[in-house]
């Protein structure tokens, strides 16, 4: 199936500096990205929609100041999370969409474990 | 509005079986997904479903109700390494998921 990266996988900053995080698809191309979020034992919550080309599209209530999203090429999407404060501290995950004939399939990223101190 | 449910915990017993319900009420659909996310790890892709019926994949099979707005996804032979978290999502118009709260099953020896 298709592979997609994500880098760093655990990253711990000071509170005020900001994170980049990076999310590749190994062998396709995605025109369409995601970014999640996922506090401990709870879902994943949509943060944005990436498109390469184009601006991101956020979730209602996901600033987008605060999470800055580049869609460079067609098979790397960015996050970064500017002056990151305690409580951003969270599990990212990205996903790359893949079309193929009738099925829309998201493979998912590893993950970033961002704790900010 | 967008809204998917799922139990928040179940328990079974190795070499049982297991159902996981999901109900689902969108303003579209295009599609229902179910994914396995261990602890700490990303989701892992586990059945799709668009049309009504039964999907069967080895010990998993996924079932849609379009018309009910209902899924389950049926775990055979329960083995301890089931034990995760499994996660309903809905596509409805957009290349979108929704994801519903997520259900976290214990495998118990």
């Known amino acids: 199936g298709a592979v997609v990266s994500q880098h760093p996988s655990r990253v711990i900053c000071k509170s005020g500096t900001s994170v980049k995080i990076e999310c590749r698809s190994l062998?396709?191309?995605?025109?369409?990205m995601f970014w999640y979020r996922q506090f401990p034992k709870k879902s994943l919550m949509l943060m944005a929609t990436?498109?390469?080309?184009?601006?991101?599209?956020?979730e209602q209530g996901v600033e987008k100041d605060k999470f800055l999203i580049n869609h460079a090429s067609l098979t790397l999407s960015t996050l970064t999370v500017t002056s990151a404060h305690p409580e951003d501290s969270s599990f990212y995950i990205c996903?790359?969409?893949?079309?193929?004939?009738?099925?829309?399939?998201?493979?998912f990223g590893p993950g970033t474990r961002l704790l900010v101190l | 509005g967008q809204n998917i449910d799922q139990p928040t915990e179940m328990t079974a017993t190795e070499g049982a079986i297991v159902q996981i319900n999901c109900t689902y009420q969108?303003?579209?659909?295009?599609?229902l997904f179910w994914y396995q996310q261990h602890a700490g790890e990303a989701p892992t892709f586990l059945s799709y479903?668009?049309?009504?019926g039964l999907e069967e994949k080895g010990r998993f099979s996924s079932f849609l109700s379009r018309s009910k707005g209902y899924s389950y996804l049926l775990l055979k032979e329960l083995q301890m390494k089931d034990s995760a978290s499994y996660l309903c999502?809905?596509?409805?118009?957009?290349?979108?998921?929704?994801f519903g709260t997520g259900t976290r099953l214990k495998v118990l020896a």
């Open positions: 996903s790359a969409r893949e079309a193929s004939g009738e099925m829309e399939t998201q493979y």
């Open positions: 062998d396709f191309q995605a025109t369409t």
């Open positions: 990436s498109n390469e080309g184009s601006k991101a599209t956020y």
């Open positions: 969108t303003s579209g659909f295009n599609g």
């Open positions: 479903n668009v049309l009504d």
């Open positions: 999502a809905v596509t409805s118009g957009t290349y979108k998921y929704i």
